[in-house]
């Protein structure tokens, strides 16, 4: 799962950053209301969070052009401002939620887990195939009842699949789940993740649809 975060303030954004990436998620950073125009863009995200205190560009203004844009990634609203008609017209500019600073980092967690259960195929917090069990809320995974312990990133991939039952993504596809924009990735990193997820869990977890990528398969 890939966000953008467009913040400002650095020293938040670093927490945030932090916090994130420790959850598996991929993140990329804009400082301003341009850079995370253009990064929504170009990065093409799945969840973007959004301050509306930038100082080039306001954030609501931010919020119309994406959505003038077409982008229809669900938002997260970050703002000091805790008053109800602010609330009322971020929502109606098109954010998905709204976070009031001072904030705790579990309840961010909780409200991006819930637009994520949005983007996914059946607003499960649970895929379930075979005899593995994949919590996208508690970034757990069973096989036949037992429990599989994943790195960060063996999850993000298990997820990137499991969020689409059925559909191929190419490995580049995968990457962009991963890593953030402009971050180094080496060329058999895909495959390394996929050969441990295939050890840990079942050879028939992942398929490999030869020159297209690779699907969720089902282990008996």
Do not use: C
Not at 4 to 23: K, P, Y
Not at 136 to 149: E, F, K, M, Q
């Amino acid at each position: 799962m890939r966000i953008l975060l467009i913040e400002d303030d650095q020293s938040l954004a670093d927490g945030i950053a932090t916090a994130l990436r420790r959850e598996g998620y991929a993140l990329d950073h804009a400082p301003s209301g341009k850079q995370g125009m253009a990064l929504a863009r170009a990065a093409q995200p799945d969840l973007i969070v959004l301050d509306l205190g930038l100082p080039d560009v306001d954030g609501l203004s931010v919020l119309k052009s994406l959505r003038g844009y077409q982008i229809k990634t669900p938002v997260l609203i970050l703002t000091a401002r805790d008053d109800l008609p602010s609330k009322v017209q971020g929502l109606d500019a098109g954010a998905d939620d709204y976070l009031t600073k001072p904030f705790a980092v579990d309840e961010l967690l909780a409200r991006l887990r819930a637009l994520e259960r949005r983007v996914g195929s059946a607003g499960s917090a649970e895929v379930v195939i075979g005899k593995v069990a994949i919590n996208l809320a508690t970034h757990s995974v069973s096989y036949a009842g037992d429990p599989v312990r994943l790195s960060r990133r063996e999850f993000s991939l298990l997820r990137a699949l499991a969020e689409r039952p059925g559909h191929i993504l190419s490995r580049e596809q995968l990457e962009d789940k991963l890593y953030s924009w402009g971050e180094s990735v080496a060329s058999n990193t895909v495959d390394v993740h996929i050969h441990n997820l295939r050890k840990k869990i079942s050879p028939e977890i992942i398929q490999t649809i030869r020159g297209v990528g690779y699907k969720l398969g089902s282990p008996q």
